[in-house]
């Protein structure tokens, strides 16, 4: 059985003001280094046999503290755990976005709305869980930390709970949260979303 713990980054000063996405330059704050020092406090004794991030810099350096903690440095960066790519609303103030009714549309309809120049959920679900399952045929009971971001992790979660990506709402994702999911021949379980440890 292989054993997922899918990770979003921890936080960074942007977060909640802007759609920050594919922009480059986007690291953890004060705050953000403190919960990934947790986060790997968390996953020490874990069994932990593969560090993989996106990207982008929030990403690998959250992955950074928990790779050091297992012992497992230098983490595997992989495009497939990158973010969303948001096409032309990368780096926009959501204060901004949210008067936009294509901002409005994609919200509500995530199964079937296109970012502008960018991706689907669609995309990122197939990206996301096409890796996944190749990492499963290679593991035996193993652990690996993904570390990623919250739409991803919610296009993977949504995926295997057999949800649509129009339900994403129901799924909170927090800052430096661990989501657990095990993949086997007989399918996959969703153990844990959203476990909060800093």
């Avoid at 996953?43 to 690998?60: C, D, I, M």
């Avoid at 927090?174 to 153990?191: H, T, Y």
Wanted: hydrophobic content about 45%; aromatic content about 4%.
């Amino acid at each position: 059985m292989a054993n997922f713990y899918l990770i979003r980054h921890a936080v960074h000063d942007a977060l909640g003001e802007r759609l920050t996405g594919r922009s480059p330059g986007v690291s953890l704050d004060r705050e953000g280094r403190a919960q990934a020092q947790e986060l790997a406090e968390r996953l020490k004794g874990e069994h932990v046999t593969r560090v993989q991030a996106s990207p982008r810099e929030r990403a690998s350096e959250t992955a950074e503290f928990v790779a050091r903690a297992c012992g497992l440095t230098p983490i595997e960066t992989t495009s497939a755990l990158d973010e969303v790519d948001f096409g032309t609303w990368s780096g926009m103030e959501l204060a901004a976005l949210s008067r936009d009714p294509a901002w409005r549309d994609w919200n509500e309809h995530r199964a079937s709305a296109r970012t502008p120049g960018g991706e689907t959920m669609l995309d990122v679900q197939e990206r996301v869980v096409r890796h996944m399952a190749r990492m499963a045929c290679e593991m035996r009971d193993e652990i690996a930390v993904l570390v990623t971001h919250a739409e991803v992790i919610r296009a993977a979660l949504l995926h295997w709970l057999e949800l649509s990506l129009d339900d994403w709402p129901r799924i909170e994702i927090a800052p430096a949260s661990i989501s657990k999911v095990a993949l086997d021949e007989q399918g996959a379980r969703v153990i844990a979303i959203n476990e909060v440890v800093a």
